[in-house]
């Protein structure tokens, strides 16, 4: 075989395998380049994903709101008052639209939601308009109201069905965006296209409930009046947490940290105890004017329930007069797990004061406080000068809507959003099956604030 005969071998051998490197390189470079976008396509999902979560939880709120509205708007016996609640309904009512219409799912599947919505927010700003003017609801419109009262319920039972689903995985936001209503058609009766078509027809969700008890956060005094006593250093604070607590029980006192930001300048501790030396430490917080417990957590393993709701309630009511808090009631709780957090507010005389507030959450297995927070309590505390009432129980009571069936009543001071407090009465009753505070201003008769009551199994709440 001559020279030239090799090369041209060469050439072909080496042709060949360039072939075959160059298809492996090929094949590996689409195969890089279909895995970056598999990659961004799934990112892209989750993400809108996300999104589409995001606008229905919104949404499923704003329709709670609506509801809750809906069901004071009933209640209010005031112009002022129906007039504040009337607007906000139709804020939430609005702001729920437009968080429904930035689902993917096709506007036929929405249009009853959208229809109510759109019902509630056009009814809720007319009759907002009238009562600005002084015109009270009328036999017929009330009668709306208190129907688009009941669609919202069903609207909401809806909407939790439906969140369920999302969050099992039966219904995805993907094929949704993907497959549209075919996808409801070939859904089973009752589960993807009849909740989301129906709910116009089928409206309720649990009303978004906002633990503490009413007036539990409202007001934080630019100057804590609750403080007394001189100011202590970081050892004379330690050696009262050792007091509060039980010097017999602690082994060791930690200072942490300091805060000099607020009206209640705080110490922050950790303190071992003798009974628990490898448990968690007990972590807190105290004043640097007095050395008043601000906060304290206690995140010990809490046993099997064996004390019922009334001993956890006197066990607290026990240990806050032990330690100085005298005259104070229980008022809303909360059982999370084998503990409780229960509200109690301070009385003078006659009158639950609710700014002077104390939150102990306690064991159930014997009825040990595991947590304190007093910072409300501490920035509004005092004694007040708490004036006759300008109008009588009864006189306020006729302030009531004749609908609301009065269970109990009495006097109180309540904080407002404007850190102001009002003296009024306080009259608990229940209108459609719900449960309803409503509290006039015992000098002027005025309708102040009205709060739903919502039991649980686990406990009070109001919104």
Known sequence: MGMQDRITEFRKKFSGKMVYLVGILLIGAISAWGIYHYRQAVELRRELDGQYNRSFHEMAGYVNNVETLLAKSMVSTTTQRTAITLQEAWRQATLAQINLGQLPVSQPVLASTSKFLAQVGD???????????????????????????????????????????????????????????????????????????????????????????????????????GLTGDDVTAQQAAEKLKDFFGADRVQEVTEVAQSDIGPIKTFSFQMKLTDSPDGPNVNAGI???????????????????????????????????????????????????????????????????????????????????????????????????????????????????????????????????????????EFKGRLNDNDFIVYINAATGNEEEILMIVSTPNGVLTI
């Not at 700003?125 to 009668?143: P, T, V």
């Not at 669609?151 to 369920?164: A, G, V």
């Not at 209503?181 to 993807?192: H, I, Q």
């Open 123 to 225: 009814m809720s700003l007319s009759l907002d308009n009238q009562n600005i003017r002084g015109k009270q609801l009328d036999k017929d419109q009330y009668e709306t109201v208190e129907r688009l009262y009941e669609y919202s319920l069903s609207l909401n039972k809806s909407l939790k069905e439906l969140q369920n689903d999302l969050g099992t995985g039966k219904l995805k936001w993907g094929e949704l965006a993907d497959k549209g209503r075919r996808l409801f058609s070939k859904t089973k009766p009752g589960v993807a296209v009849q909740k989301m078509e129906s709910v116009g027809d089928t409206f309720m969700d649990y009303p978004t409930l906002i633990y503490d008890g009413p007036f539990s956060d409202h007001m934080s005094s630019s100057e804590a009046r």
């Open 287 to 425: 004043s640097q004017k007095g050395g008043h417990i601000v906060w304290l957590l206690y995140n010990r393993e809490v046993g099997e329930a064996s004390l019922d709701m009334d001993q956890v309630k006197q066990a607290g009511l026990e240990f806050l007069k032990d330690r100085g808090y005298d005259n104070m009631v229980d008022t809303y709780f909360m059982k999370q797990g084998n503990t409780a957090t229960i509200n109690y507010a301070y009385r003078q005389g006659d009158v639950t004061v609710y700014p002077d507030l104390i939150k102990l959450k306690i064991a159930l297995d014997n009825g040990e406080i595991v947590g304190i927070e007093s910072k409300t309590y501490l920035s509004n505390h005092t004694q007040r000068e708490i004036p006759q009432p300008g109008i009588t129980m009864d006189e306020a009571r006729a302030k009531i809507n004749g609908s609301l069936q009065v269970n109990s009543s009495g006097l109180a001071i309540i904080p407002t959003d404007y850190k102001k407090e009002i003296f009024c009465y």
